[in-house]
């Protein structure tokens, strides 16, 4: 291979990298409720199809952030498969999903699917500027409880919460749990 050959290849790799952590803003945004991480994933006059809803990424946010507030206590949206065609600003990418909930009730929804997007690069930076989601299937899974929930200080590193007050913003990440070793 030649270093001309190497070196598009590594701008190429870059590129992609790029998209996919477009990509895991919006998935992060709406799982942690973190708004502008959300619409960092967009360009502001994209156009989404998502379910019954078709418009912009504000709208999406306050429609999406309402329907999962109001039915579920947590929600993961996780980005599996992932295809990127890249031409000069223009890239289209086919990304599966797989989405798990917990319902408010208890019970646990999973479904799965496909996003399709047309992302542009615009001023350096890579956002969706279209985008289609493709549901596959759906279903329940069987509830069961939470495990090491009888764990003292299981939260002492900080509890899950659906904001930017979950542990994953923390910087510096530490632990403070104390050494334990179960028998």
Same mark, same amino acid.
Do not use: K
């Given at each position: 291979?030649?270093?001309? *050959?190497?070196?598009?290849?590594?701008?190429?790799?870059?590129?992609?990298?790029?998209?996919?952590?477009?990509?895991?803003?919006?998935?992060?945004?709406?799982?942690?409720?973190?708004?502008?991480?959300?619409?960092?994933?967009?360009?502001?006059?994209?156009?989404?199809?998502?379910?019954?809803?078709?418009?912009?990424?504000?709208?999406?946010?306050?429609?999406?952030?309402?329907?999962?507030?109001?039915?579920?206590?947590?929600?993961?949206?996780?980005?599996?498969?992932?295809?990127? *065609?890249?031409?000069?600003? %223009?890239?289209?990418?086919?990304?599966?999903? %797989?989405?798990?909930?917990?319902?408010?009730?208890?019970?646990?929804?999973?479904?799965?699917?496909?996003?399709? *997007?047309? %992302?542009?690069?615009?001023?350096?930076?890579?956002?969706?500027? %279209?985008?289609?989601?493709?549901?596959?299937?759906?279903?329940?899974?069987?509830?069961?409880?939470?495990?090491?929930? *009888?764990?003292?200080?299981?939260?002492?590193?900080?509890?899950?919460?659906?904001?930017?007050?979950?542990?994953?913003?923390?910087?510096?990440?530490?632990?403070?749990?104390?050494?334990?070793?179960?028998?």
């Amino acid at each position: 291979m030649t270093t001309t *050959d190497h070196q598009s290849r590594l701008a190429t790799l870059l590129e992609r990298q790029d998209i996919l952590d477009c990509l895991t803003r919006f998935s992060r945004g709406m799982d942690r409720f973190d708004r502008d991480l959300f619409l960092s994933a967009f360009h502001p006059d994209a156009e989404i199809a998502a379910g019954d809803f078709v418009g912009g990424p504000a709208a999406l946010y306050d429609w999406a952030a309402a329907m999962h507030e109001q039915g579920q206590s947590a929600t993961h949206h996780n980005l599996l498969n992932h295809t990127c *065609d890249i031409d000069g600003e %223009l890239a289209h990418t086919e990304t599966y999903y %797989l989405f798990a909930a917990r319902n408010r009730d208890d019970s646990n929804w999973l479904a799965g699917g496909r996003y399709l *997007d047309r %992302l542009e690069r615009r001023d350096g930076e890579w956002r969706i500027a %279209l985008r289609t989601n493709i549901i596959e299937w759906s279903g329940m899974a069987p509830t069961m409880p939470l495990p090491f929930a *009888d764990v003292a200080d299981l939260y002492a590193n900080g509890a899950p919460s659906r904001s930017p007050a979950d542990p994953s913003y923390t910087r510096p990440l530490r632990n403070l749990r104390a050494p334990h070793i179960p028998s």
